[in-house]
């Protein structure tokens, strides 16, 4: 049986059917009237509770039934958009509710992005604060583009991925991304590769195409390391946990990505054992200006030290900074002081102009 998440959606301008289930009757008739005053073609199924429309103009139709409804009625209408006059029994995990259609809707031009691959990879250097900030690895950050090349703002792509099936394919892509973006790029540096654990159903399925290009790519798995992004938001730590093992059982490392922002704990450290440790910038950046955060971090080196675990501190921008995780123990770092995130592109000229080692 086919995945249904491992493919995009159909974009809402290509569905002109819309059958819609409002809560009662009297949003149903309030529906009826605006269709009759607006002269759409529709079909009021009294008996059944729903309506189905024709619209020549489904972005449009949408905007205009969420400005129709009252905020609890857009939440509990639920509406289908679909190419079918009598849509099949497997369409019907597509019906959601109008104010998530609504933010399907802003997730279109994010469909087309992918599409039509309109996204590239960035690396920024994480380097060691016992050798002279040398890279030891790069980490691969993902960077949308719009129909003029410029770059999106990564929380304006991000944020729009409400849809799971976007959601899932924009990981899935940022994953693919990393992996042929490091393939290219000249050193045998460690890869650091963000990961949102929600986007994985079943490990085995939903990361076999990102563990397949590693090994079309001839990148040794003891180079890359996964990271584990938004972990606070997993309420099934034993799923995360399956996804942990089929990682290292391929061979990889994993990263916890922005420990110390306020969801993470320690209990989650131990249960995940992870190979690295990302203290969140949050954390980093209060610990000149105050003992406080200065002993938490201490007490994290000291902890992770003794169970194998590297650290890396997050968001370093100046050398006092720099200096005071290395006196706390922290062995490696990232951020503005050592290297901005980098187009490939520009790497590649660097590497050409003998200006880049690794």
């Known amino acids: 049986m086919p995945c249904l998440a491992c493919t995009l959606p159909d974009k809402l301008e290509t569905l002109q059917k819309a059958f819609v289930w409002p809560p009662q009757g009297h949003t149903l008739y309030k529906i009826a009237h605006y269709l009759d005053e607006q002269g759409f073609a529709y079909d009021n199924n009294v008996v059944e509770g729903y309506i189905r429309v024709d619209v020549s103009e489904p972005n449009r139709f949408i905007v205009s039934l969420s400005g129709l409804l009252t905020d609890g009625e857009a939440t509990d209408t639920r509406i289908l958009m679909t190419e079918s006059e009598q849509p099949s029994l497997g369409e019907f995990g597509n019906v959601v509710s109008l104010d998530r259609m609504m933010q399907r809707l802003r997730g279109d031009w994010l469909i087309a992005l992918l599409e039509e691959k309109r996204y590239t990879s960035y690396r920024q250097p994480i380097v060691s604060l016992e050798e002279g900030f040398a890279p030891i690895g790069h980490e691969y950050l993902f960077r949308g583009l719009d129909h003029d090349g410029e770059i999106l703002s990564p929380a304006t792509v991000f944020e729009s991925a409400s849809d799971p099936r976007i959601f899932f394919n924009l990981d899935r892509s940022a994953r693919l991304s990393a ?5 290219r790029l000249p050193g045998d540096a460690k890869i650091f590769i963000n990961f949102m654990p929600g986007s994985v159903y079943d490990p085995g399925v939903c990361l076999r ?13 003891e180079r890359v390391i996964f990271e584990i992004v938004e972990s606070e938001r997993v309420k099934d730590m034993g799923h995360l946990r399956g996804i942990v093992n089929f990682y290292r059982s391929a061979g990889f490392k994993i990263a916890l990505d922005d420990y110390g922002s306020g969801y993470n704990n320690i209990d989650t450290l131990m249960q995940l054992e992870p190979d690295y440790l990302k203290l969140d910038k949050t954390l980093i950046q209060h610990m000149a200006k105050g003992s406080e955060k200065r002993d938490m971090v201490e007490m994290l080196a000291e902890r992770c030290a003794k169970n194998g675990i590297h650290t890396i501190g997050e968001g370093v921008e100046d050398g006092e900074t720099a200096q005071l995780l290395r006196a706390a123990g922290i062995t ?3 951020g503005f002081l050592f290297g901005r995130p980098t187009a490939p592109e520009d790497v590649l000229a660097r590497h050409e102009a003998g200006e880049l080692t690794v």
Do not use: D, S
């Open 332 to 334: 490696y770092a990232q």
């Open 209 to 221: 195409t990102t563990v397949n290009a590693i090994v079309k790519a001839e990148i040794p798995p």
């Open 179 to 183: 992996v042929e973006t490091a393939a």
